[in-house]
């Protein structure tokens, strides 16, 4: 993406100059610092690049990027970038949305951004609670929540978010955490090469409303333990001896295997036609299971841009009207 | 068969009328928006101007034979100029026993009423809630009752057609055509070449409903049952080329004429709705002009798209009804604060909630005006008769470039389904319409995206992928030129009153308004919107009359036009007739302190001319008296 003509940009060229205001030990400042590496690792040009969020903490996000950014309205993102893509497929569109943006209020357009395959990049923060209004439950809190809107806890079951990308026909879906930021920028840079929409959820912090969601997974002395790095061509393997792993029976139900059984666990395909070991994996029990990070799945697909400007280009290739032409088609008469 | 009206058969008598209304009556499934798009198009192509009022139910086929399930289309020709589609109608066309019931008491006494007798069984009765066959019991004195049983007629007439009895049954609404045709001298070549092009994949069908529809003909010129034909003379119309259009057609061909003259590709984000769909489905035909048609998840996400699409640097564009407007309404609030240039195009309809999705009405301008959060005001057009809908959807791109904000274009089924014989429009006399996009910048200064036109206050449109230009705009309140986040109290008083100034600045380029009769006298009938057509044939009426009445119709909406106020003072009296509870006129009279009166009917139909004209006459004796 870089050109002779200019100097290569650093990660500080994607700071913007206004002051970030999300609380001290927020975990969406580990996320702006691996978006930025990622940005400066794939040379993005600052006028090519637009970053489109809906409303909530994490959608803040754009004011802090020296790109072309649009703050919009609650869970509106997708539907909004779908619309900027469409109109101008050159365009690197990325949407910043968060648990509540993007499962509840949009959950609409989330879905179908991804059955359309629009190219996209969509980073959703997931910190399984309301931030900006103060601490309710999200669609992604786990049951028995209690929070300001649920004090006898949250009766909802939550969402799997990476099970609805996947559902909804996803063609890239990741997870990263966001104090894994090293895994995280890769799987970010990872992202942008996809054709079509791309989808990170990135479990993150929120040390005010939720603080320590992830803390069973993320903790320096469980992480291995807790962590299944997938990575594509790999057996699902973990722990820091990689002496665990994850096989599926017959039925598709994931069992944890070790010793004389550790030849037995799954080789990671991300490229698998059939969705069904991402779906497993997406939907195993936290609390038996480690949790994965990386890619879940990517696959090619033709992107719905690129179907509109082939449409088009095809229309007009068949067809050249004048305006005149288009006004005086079909049956016209003359009055004297 | 003689398709040259001058060459009819000697022995019958044929009567010249200036004017004729004709209803046709069916169930959904009878074909009577068909029957009555084929006699629009014959008789516009003869020279006849001639409006039209389709008029059907929401159930796409509601059960056979039932009063809900009856479709109905008038239409109404003349040898001069008309304005509406008519009142009550000359001669009646009643499928079966459940369009007579709707439909027979609004068929002027006298008048012609050709009934097909083929269901008027006992059934067909009790599904019309007849209890006594209305044939036999009076019901129908005082009309000249035409029977004829369609059905065995057709099937005779297809004797040979491969076609089953349902396929045959199905042209008996071309057998009826066939009697119109011969009673109104029309010429048959027309719907003969459109049935052609329509089935060209069903040879048997054209067939089929070709030989109905001349069997009809000859039915008619033969049998003694038709003892005159009427001769309606084209009407003197200004010279031109012309063609029918609807509503619907209009506002898709006036947004792609702007977008042709601006140079600036149209999206059109669009969710399907009742009576607006017709707009998405028209311009998804128009991919080779450049148009793009995105059919979004939902009415917001339609809406989002078209605001993203105008981020981009293309006119975003989207179509609705009134409960999409409700769920726009958020995302428009966002175009106004981002000042994105966005046309909304509302064809309204009768609410509230799901309401009448048929019919029509006007109840959509306070939602309009008012209908978003925090002070959020847009530009509001309407269009007036199906050809305004073209310059009014051109006009809503203009103003939508130039001041960079939203545009709301109030249509309503009644325009949108009505159509009417339109002058075709020298394409290379249409307006310009400018659009400037922000330049490059490479000097590393901070692009300030809220810098100001100082004449119109617009703000720079400025394209992302265009270098230096990299800036942020949202929803939230924003520092006036950086566009930074703002939440000073005076600045936000600064941004509330720069955004409505914006719109008023608008009134600027207005030309004077046009009235239809002096500018002072006893009555100034003011109307906008689709009354249009039934407010001057009652003005012209009592003008006729020798009243000092005058009529005038608004297009602008929001704002108003700067001559308005002094018009209105002009007269003794102003009425305002609106397919609402009196919405603008509750607007005017705030905003000027005028005793504008409204005229209000909310029944899901459009005004009869003659109701309004009787209202006008008691108003100017009014007037007389407060002499």
Same mark, same amino acid.
């Given at each position: ?35 930025? $590496?990622a940005?400066?690792k ?10 489109i969020?809906?409303? %909530? ?22 539907a ?7 109109a101008?497929?050159?365009?690197d ?5 968060g ?5 509840s ?34 669609? +992604? ?25 996947l ?13 894994? $930021? ?29 603080d ?7 903790d ?60 497993? /994996? ?6 038996e ?13 033709? +992107? ?16 050249q ?16 | ?29 009878? $074909?009577?928006?068909?029957? %009555? ?17 389709p ?28 304005h ?14 459940a369009? /007579? ?6 068929l ?11 269901s ?5 009765? @009790? ?5 006594? *066959? #209305? ?41 009826a ?5 011969w ?7 027309p ?54 259009i ?25 969710y399907?709705?009742? #009576?607006?769909? &017709? ?28 605001? $993203?699409?105008?981020?981009?640097g ?22 106004v ?13 009768a609410?509230?909630s ?6 029509t009405?006007?109840? *959509? ?31 809503a ?7 960079? /904000?939203?545009?709301?274009? /109030?249509? *309503?089924?009644?325009?949108?389904n ?24 490479? &000097?590393?200064? @901070? ?19 265009? #270098? ?10 924003k520092?006036?030129?950086t ?19 914006k ?64 018009l ?17 006129a509750?607007?005017?009279r ?38």
């Amino acid at each position: 993406m870089t050109t002779s003509e200019h100097p290569p940009l650093a990660k500080k060229d994607y700071k913007s100059d206004q002051e970030v205001r999300w609380c001290p030990g927020c975990g969406d400042y580990s996320i702006l610092n691996a978006v930025q $590496g990622a940005f400066a690792k794939l040379q993005k040009q600052l006028h090519q690049t637009v970053i489109i969020s809906g409303i %909530g903490c994490s959608s803040r996000f754009p004011y802090y990027m020296e790109t072309f950014g649009f703050h919009t309205i609650h869970g509106r993102a997708p539907a909004i970038a779908t619309g900027v893509k469409v109109a101008n497929p050159e365009l690197d569109v990325w949407v910043v949305t968060g648990d509540g943006d993007a499962m509840s209020i949009g959950g609409n357009h989330f879905i179908h951004a991804m059955r359309r395959n629009v190219g996209l990049r969509i980073l959703m923060f997931n910190n399984r609670i309301y931030g900006l209004t103060k601490g309710q439950f999200s669609p +992604t809190s786990e049951q028995g929540k209690v929070t300001k809107s649920s004090p006898l806890g949250s009766v909802d079951y939550p969402f799997a978010p990476i099970a609805l990308a996947l559902g909804a026909g996803g063609t890239f879906v990741a997870r990263g955490i966001d104090i894994l $930021g090293a895994h995280l920028e890769e799987t970010i840079v990872r992202a942008s090469g996809h054709q079509g929409t791309a989808y990170v959820e990135i479990y993150q912090n929120c040390n005010i409303f939720n603080d320590g969601a992830y803390k069973a997974t993320t903790d320096k002395e469980v992480r291995d333990q807790r962590i299944l790095y997938l990575q594509h061509g790999q057996p699902l393997l973990f722990g820091a001896n990689k002496d665990r792993g994850i096989a599926f029976d017959s039925h598709f139900q994931p069992c944890l295997v070790s010793g004389p059984d550790l030849g037995k666990a799954f080789v990671w395909d991300e490229t698998s036609e059939s969705p069904a070991p991402a779906m497993a /994996l997406a939907t195993m029990s936290e609390a038996e299971f480690p949790v994965p990070v990386g890619v879940f799945r990517r696959r090619e697909k033709p +992107t719905f841009e690129a179907g509109v400007v082939q449409q088009m280009a095809a229309a007009k290739a068949r067809k050249q009207e004048s305006l005149h032409d288009l006004l005086h088609a079909g049956e016209v008469w003359h009055v004297n | 068969m003689h398709t040259d009206p001058t060459s009819n058969a000697p022995q019958k008598g044929l009567q010249d009328l200036d004017q004729v209304v004709i209803r046709f009556a069916g169930d959904s499934g009878d $074909g009577m928006q068909l029957t %009555g798009d084929q006699f629009t198009r014959t008789t516009a192509l003869m020279g006849n101007d001639i409006a039209t009022f389709p008029d059907f139910p929401a159930e796409i086929r509601a059960p056979a034979g039932t009063v809900p399930g009856v479709s109905a289309f008038q239409l109404r020709f003349s040898s001069f100029d008309i304005h509406t589609p008519g009142d009550a109608p000359d001669v009646l066309v009643a499928m079966n026993p459940a369009a /007579l019931k709707v439909h027979l008491k609004e068929l002027k006494k006298d008048g012609v009423l050709l009934l097909n007798t083929a269901s008027f069984g006992a059934l067909d009765l @009790k599904k019309a809630k007849y209890d006594k *066959d #209305p044939r036999s019991d009076g019901t129908l004195s005082g009309w000249r009752v035409i029977e004829v049983d369609l059905e065995a007629r057709t099937r005779e007439a297809l004797a040979s057609s491969p076609l089953d009895n349902r396929g045959k049954d199905r042209c008996k609404n071309m057998y009826a055509l066939g009697i119109l045709y011969w009673m109104f001298h029309r010429d048959v070549a027309p719907t003969e070449k459109a049935i052609a092009d329509k089935f060209k994949k069903k040879p048997e069908i054209v067939e089929a409903n070709l030989l109905a529809m001349k069997a009809g003909y000859a039915y008619a010129e033969t049998t003694e049952v038709f003892q005159t034909a009427y001769r309606v003379s084209p009407a003197p119309m200004r010279p031109g080329t012309y063609r029918n259009i609807q509503g619907n057609q209009a506002l898709s061909l006036g947004l792609v004429a702007a977008s042709k003259r601006a140079n600036l590709p149209i999206f059109l984000g669009s969710y399907p709705i009742t #009576p607006a769909s &017709d707009i998405l489905h028209q311009l998804s035909s128009y991919k080779h002009h450049g148009v793009t048609t995105f059919q979004a998840e939902d009415e917001i996400a339609a809406v989002a798209s078209a605001i $993203g699409a105008s981020y981009s640097g293309q006119l975003g564009v989207t179509s609705t009804s009134g409960p999409g407007m409700a769920l726009k309404a958020e995302a428009i609030g966002l175009a106004v604060m981002a000042e994105l240039p966005l046309v909304i195009l509302n064809v309204q309809r009768a609410g509230p909630s799901t309401g009448m999705p048929t019919k029509t009405q006007q109840a *959509d301008l306070m939602q309009a005006m008012y209908g978003r959060n925090g002070e959020c005001p847009v530009a509001v057009l309407a269009a007036s008769t199906p050809g305004d809908a073209f310059e009014v959807a051109y006009e809503a791109v203009r103003i939508a470039v130039k001041y960079m /904000l939203p545009v709301i274009v /109030l249509s *309503d089924g009644y325009i949108a389904n009505g159509s009417e014989p339109w002058l075709l429009p020298d394409v290379d006399r249409l307006p310009p319409i400018e659009v400037k996009f922000a330049p490059p910048s490479s &000097d590393g200064s @901070k692009f300030q995206p809220y810098q100001r036109d100082p004449a119109t206050l617009a703000r720079p449109w400025a394209r992302p992928g265009t #270098p230096g230009l990299m800036h942020r705009i949202g929803g939230i309140e924003k520092k006036d030129g950086t566009g930074n986040i703002c939440y000073d109290a005076d600045n936000h008083a600064h941004m509330v009153a720069t955004r409505a100034k914006k719109v008023a600045n608008i009134a600027d380029d207005l030309p004077p308004l046009t009235t239809f009769g002096p500018r002072t006298g006893d009555v100034l009938v003011l109307g906008w919107g689709s009354p249009r057509g039934a407010i001057t044939a009652a003005t012209q009426r009592l003008q006729q009359q020798g009243h000092r009445i005058s009529c005038a119709f608004l297009r602008h909406l929001n704002p108003l036009p700067k001559d308005l106020e002094a018009l209105l003072r002009g007269f003794k009296q102003v009425v305002l007739p609106e397919l609402n509870s009196g919405q603008l006129a509750m607007l005017l009279r705030a905003r000027f302190l005028i005793d504008v009166q409204s005229y209000s009917q909310v029944d899901g139909q459009p005004f009869k001319s003659h109701d309004l004209e009787a209202h006008l006459t008691q108003v100017l004796a009014a007037s007389k008296e407060v002499k």
